[in-house]
């Protein structure tokens, strides 16, 4: 893969000149904000001096809370207090199970509403709330205005997520600088790019999400090479194992909501525990439930979650496969992300790829700490470039004839990168192309997720295929996609921003691309089935209208011939069985030979009825 240079606005600056900027690690279940003080990027801590912002807010009677406060309020008023609101962002309803929530979710048109006694709110404005809490208390602690901030997403962030992220920050009036994937942030803040060279894993579990990240080093330079990943995997499925093991006994049903985030809020803290401890007992009485007295030993953790832990590797390993590398190939691992302190996970990574790994940054910090200094960086405060290198999850392109996918750009290409292609019309006289844009792994439209549709309307009236129509498709760094179609005699031109309806899942990127590896023999066949099936009906499309004209150059008989050609092969084309396709497409350009070889003559004739010797040229 080519290495792309991204240059970055605003060379060095003087000392008295710099610019506060800052690194956002605005995360699921804890955020985070950083800053590059005195050449050192420092984690900003708020006045109860924790560094750890919980990402929650609190809508109340009085007003609206934000952070450690709203968290509080978790327990006393569950129904307006909004935990996880990462999991809501660029979705629609449907796509998430509103009983991992605490408040009444509603929505369906695209979007999700926030039901909270201060009337509804959307998942970008809550989000929001959180940003513009980390901006004052960063413009509190470095005492000025910030020119702009880095905020950091997970690598499986599709395009609604992207977008609905930088929407929030703008309502918290914040200039983002870029948005950068999480694994990337964690890279730089071990300052991997001032090593020589090598190829390195970030693992990254955190509360709710799950990230890998293959990054090559050559040169001083790193190219994300590749990203897997699961959003629905983190801590908070540890807590699930550990919530189940507590109330595996008991008889009697949770009778509220409070018990039930009593509970979880235990678990957790089981599961912390087990990080330092060998073992962990609970001797706890719940109102309505009695009395929960039972030990956790760290083995039996390790075993009843031995399910997720693999599941973090299997993402390990096809990342490797992804990048086109084996565990022999990779120098280090950076472990980010709150849930890597476990031991089993810590165990687990490094007997896999047969190494001690990099864990000496806090995990928390890590994320923020790296994304403060590329927004130094960006900020224009530096003499460094920049040389970060994402690339993009899933591959990008457009619908052709016979619903085939024709790829633009290929799944892990580096960001930006914009790619192009020509394509013709199908039709005799067509003047508009409808340009389908879609995202997937698979060669058949139906099994990739559609981005959105524009039409280029204007194409000259002319035969089939003569057409140039040039599409090109660029994908921002931010990870956003533009897509144009232009015509190239006449230049006429149309394009789309695509900003897709909010509404898919990580987990149905995770199962598109599973799929495509499942798939790929299966979908080579599709595809050409899809080739023949298009071919066959623009051969009887061009005879039927060539009979139209030319029926005269033809005795009964042969008519006749052609039409129960064109009948046999309408019949093969409804089913699916390619030779059979093949056999009778072979037979009808059998039968229509001699017709045009005779419409050949006719039409050079006719070109030559009403010209004088004079004008003829041989
Ligand atoms: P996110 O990126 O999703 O906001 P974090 O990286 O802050 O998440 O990680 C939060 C997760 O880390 C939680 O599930 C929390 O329980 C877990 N965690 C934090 N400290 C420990 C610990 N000492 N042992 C085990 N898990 C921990
Ligand atoms: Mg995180």
Same mark, same amino acid.
């Given at each position: +893969?080519?290495?792309?240079?991204?240059?970055?606005?605003?060379?060095?600056?003087?000392?008295?000149?710099?610019?506060?900027?800052?690194?956002?690690?605005?995360?699921?279940?804890?955020?985070?904000?950083?800053?590059?003080?005195?050449? @050192?990027?420092?984690?900003? &801590?708020?006045?109860?001096?924790?560094?750890?912002?919980?990402?929650?807010?609190?809508?109340?009677?009085?007003?609206?809370?934000?952070? %450690?406060?709203?968290?509080? +309020?978790?327990?006393?008023?569950?129904?307006?207090?909004?935990?996880?609101?990462?999991?809501? +962002?660029?979705?629609?309803?449907?796509?998430?199970?509103?009983?991992?929530?605490?408040?009444?979710?509603?929505?369906?048109?695209?979007?999700?509403?926030?039901?909270?006694?201060?009337?509804?709110?959307?998942?970008?404005?809550?989000?929001?709330?959180?940003?513009?809490?980390?901006?004052?208390?960063?413009?509190?602690?470095?005492?000025?205005?910030?020119?702009?901030?880095?905020?950091? *997403?997970?690598?499986?962030?599709?395009?609604?997520?992207?977008?609905?992220?930088?929407?929030?920050?703008?309502?918290?009036?914040?200039?983002?600088?870029?948005?950068?994937?999480?694994?990337?942030?964690?890279? *730089?803040?071990?300052?991997?790019?001032?090593?020589?060279? $090598?190829?390195?894993?970030?693992?990254?579990?955190?509360?709710?999400?799950?990230?890998?990240?293959?990054?090559?080093?050559?040169?001083?330079?790193?190219?994300?090479?590749?990203? %897997?990943?699961?959003?629905?995997?983190?801590?908070?499925?540890?807590?699930?194992?550990?919530?189940?093991?507590?109330?595996?006994?008991?008889?009697?049903?949770?009778?509220?909501?409070?018990?039930?985030?009593?509970?979880?809020?235990?678990?957790?803290?089981?599961? &912390?525990?087990?990080?330092?401890?060998?073992?962990?007992?609970?001797?706890?009485?719940?109102?309505?439930?009695?009395?929960?007295?039972?030990?956790?030993?760290?083995?039996?953790?390790?075993?009843?979650?031995?399910?997720?832990?693999?599941?973090?590797?299997?993402?390990?390993?096809?990342?490797? %496969?992804?990048?086109?590398?084996?565990?022999?190939?990779?120098? $280090?691992?950076?472990?980010?992300?709150?849930?890597?302190?476990?031991?089993?996970?810590?165990?687990?990574?490094?007997?896999?790829?047969?190494?001690?790994?990099?864990?000496?940054?806090?995990?928390?910090?890590?994320?923020?700490?790296?994304?403060?200094?590329?927004?130094?960086?960006?900020?224009?405060?530096?003499?460094?470039?920049?040389?970060?290198?994402?690339?993009?999850?899933?591959?990008?392109?457009? &619908?052709?004839?016979?619903?085939?996918? &024709?790829?633009?750009?290929?799944?892990?290409?580096?960001?930006?990168?914009? +790619?192009?292609?020509?394509?013709?019309?199908?039709?005799? $006289?067509?003047?508009?192309?409808?340009?389908?844009?879609?995202?997937?792994?698979?060669?058949?439209?139906?099994?990739?997720?559609?981005?959105?549709?524009?039409?280029?309307?204007?194409?000259?009236?002319?035969?089939?295929?003569?057409?140039?129509?040039?599409?090109?498709?660029?994908?921002?760094?931010?990870?956003?996609?533009? *897509?144009?179609?232009?015509?190239?005699?006449?230049?006429?031109?149309?394009?789309?921003?695509? @900003?897709?309806?909010?509404?898919?899942?990580?987990? %149905?990127?995770?199962?598109?691309?599973?799929?495509?590896?499942?798939?790929?023999?299966?979908?080579?066949?599709?595809?050409?089935?899809?080739?023949?099936? *298009?071919?066959?009906?623009?051969?009887?499309?061009?005879?039927?209208?060539?009979?139209?004209?030319?029926?005269?150059?033809?005795?009964?008989?042969?008519?006749?011939?052609?039409?129960?050609?064109?009948?046999?092969?309408?019949?093969?084309?409804?089913?699916?069985?390619?030779?059979?396709?093949?056999? @009778?497409? @072979?037979?009808?350009?059998?039968?229509?030979?001699?017709?045009?070889?005779?419409?050949?003559?006719?039409?050079?004739?006719?070109?030559?009825?009403?010209?004088?010797?004079?004008?003829?040229?041989?």
């Amino acid at each position: +893969m080519a290495l792309l240079q991204i240059s970055e606005p605003g060379k060095g600056t003087l000392p008295h000149e710099h610019r506060l900027s800052v690194g956002i690690d605005l995360g699921t279940t804890n955020s985070l904000i950083a800053s590059v003080i005195s050449g @050192k990027a420092t984690i900003l &801590e708020d006045t109860s001096q924790t560094p750890i912002m919980p990402s929650i807010v609190h809508y109340g009677e009085q007003g609206i809370l934000v952070g %450690h406060e709203a968290e509080k +309020m978790q327990l006393l008023d569950p129904k307006n207090t909004v935990a996880s609101v990462k999991r809501l +962002m660029g979705k629609d309803i449907k796509d998430i199970n509103p009983n991992d929530f605490t408040v009444q979710l509603g929505g369906g048109d695209g979007t999700i509403s926030i039901h909270t006694q201060q009337g509804i709110k959307n998942p970008v404005e809550t989000s929001a709330l959180i940003l513009k809490n980390l901006k004052e208390l960063s413009e509190k602690r470095l005492g000025g205005e910030i020119i702009g901030a880095v905020i950091t *997403v997970p690598a499986y962030f599709d395009d609604a997520q992207r977008q609905a992220t930088k929407d929030a920050a703008k309502i918290a009036g914040i200039n983002v600088l870029r948005l950068i994937n999480e694994p990337t942030a964690a890279a *730089v803040a071990y300052g991997l790019d001032k090593k020589v060279e $090598g190829n390195f894993v970030i693992y990254d579990l955190g509360g709710g999400t799950f990230d890998i990240s293959i990054l090559r080093l050559e040169k001083g330079l790193f190219e994300v090479l590749a990203t %897997h990943g699961d959003s629905a995997l983190g801590g908070d499925d540890f807590d699930h194992i550990v919530e189940q093991w507590v109330t595996e006994d008991l008889n009697a049903e949770i009778p509220d909501i409070k018990t039930k985030q009593l509970i979880k809020n235990l678990s957790r803290k089981i599961k &912390e525990g087990l990080t330092e401890k060998d073992e962990i007992s609970v001797d706890e009485t719940f109102a309505g439930l009695g009395a929960i007295k039972k030990t956790l030993s760290r083995e039996k953790f390790a075993s009843l979650s031995a399910g997720l832990t693999n599941k973090t590797i299997a993402c390990i390993k096809q990342a490797l %496969h992804d990048a086109n590398l084996t565990t022999n190939d990779i120098t $280090g691992v950076v472990m980010v992300g709150g849930s890597t302190r476990m031991p089993i996970i810590q165990l687990a990574v490094e007997k896999f790829i047969g190494m001690p790994l990099l864990n000496n940054i806090n995990p928390d910090e890590v994320v923020a700490l790296g994304a403060a200094e590329q927004a130094n960086i960006l900020a224009g405060n530096t003499n460094d470039e920049l040389l970060l290198l994402d690339v993009i999850p899933l591959s990008l392109g457009i &619908e052709t004839m016979g619903d085939i996918v &024709e790829r633009i750009i290929p799944r892990n290409s580096t960001l930006p990168v914009a +790619m192009g292609q020509e394509f013709t019309t199908y039709q005799d $006289g067509q003047t508009g192309m409808v340009i389908h844009v879609v995202q997937g792994e698979r060669d058949l439209v139906k099994d990739c997720r559609s981005l959105g549709k524009f039409t280029l309307k204007g194409i000259p009236p002319m035969v089939a295929g003569a057409a140039k129509i040039r599409v090109t498709f660029q994908v921002d760094t931010d990870g956003l996609l533009s *897509v144009k179609a232009k015509e190239l005699s006449t230049g006429i031109e149309s394009s789309i921003e695509v @900003k897709p309806s909010y509404g898919l899942e990580d987990k %149905h990127i995770q199962q598109m691309l599973e799929s495509s590896f499942s798939s790929a023999e299966e979908d080579k066949e599709s595809r050409a089935l899809a080739e023949i099936k *298009v071919d066959g009906k623009q051969i009887i499309a061009m005879i039927e209208s060539a009979l139209e004209q030319d029926k005269n150059l033809l005795n009964q008989d042969e008519v006749n011939h052609i039409y129960a050609m064109v009948h046999e092969l309408t019949k093969a084309l409804a089913a699916s069985d390619r030779a059979l396709i093949e056999e @009778k497409t @072979k037979l009808l350009n059998e039968a229509t030979a001699t017709f045009a070889a005779r419409r050949m003559d006719n039409s050079i004739s006719k070109a030559l009825t009403g010209k004088t010797i004079n004008t003829l040229e041989f």
